[in-house]
Nanobody, 130 residues
Framework: QVQLVESGGGLVQTGGSLRLSCLVS????????VGWFRQAPGKEREGVSC????????FYKSSVKGRFTVSSDISQNTVYLEMNFLKPEDTAIYYC???????????????????????WGQGTQVTVSS
């Protein structure tokens, strides 16, 4: 069973930066794919970014390209989302998530992101003040 735990959210001013972390349990991390999603109050959840650890391919929502960077540290079982030049519209609860872990892999972002995932973290709040 895959478990994901986010950390690193907080309050930042417009133009500031934050780095989110997602610690992933399980022994298939090097073949796994992890996506970042967010949900703002009154809005639908949306996919922000994703990384496939098996081939290193990354994906981004168009509005965050050039500002956000997703990366993975295989030795730490951790995926990071570096967020720069933050805007008030980035305010949301951010979740990391992954596909159903039913075999040893490899897993790819195209299997689930940006639409849905099966394993979810608890979420971390990001607030960008204007």
């Amino acid at each position: 069973q895959v478990q994901l735990v986010e950390s690193g959210g907080g309050l930042v001013q417009t133009g500031g930066s934050l780095r989110l972390s997602c610690l992933v349990s399980g022994d298939t991390f090097d073949n796994y794919a992890v996506g970042w999603f967010r949900q703002a109050p009154g809005k639908e959840r949306e996919g922000v970014s994703c990384i496939s650890n098996s081939d290193g391919e990354t994906f981004y929502k168009s509005s965050v390209k050039g500002r956000f960077t997703v990366s993975s540290d295989i030795s730490q079982n951790t995926v990071y989302l570096e967020m720069n030049f933050l805007k008030p519209e980035d305010t949301a609860i951010y979740y990391c998530a992954g596909p159903l872990s039913s075999y040893s892999g490899p897993y790819f972002c195209q299997m689930f992101w940006p639409n849905e995932a099966d394993h979810w973290g608890q979420g971390t709040q990001v607030t960008v003040s204007s």
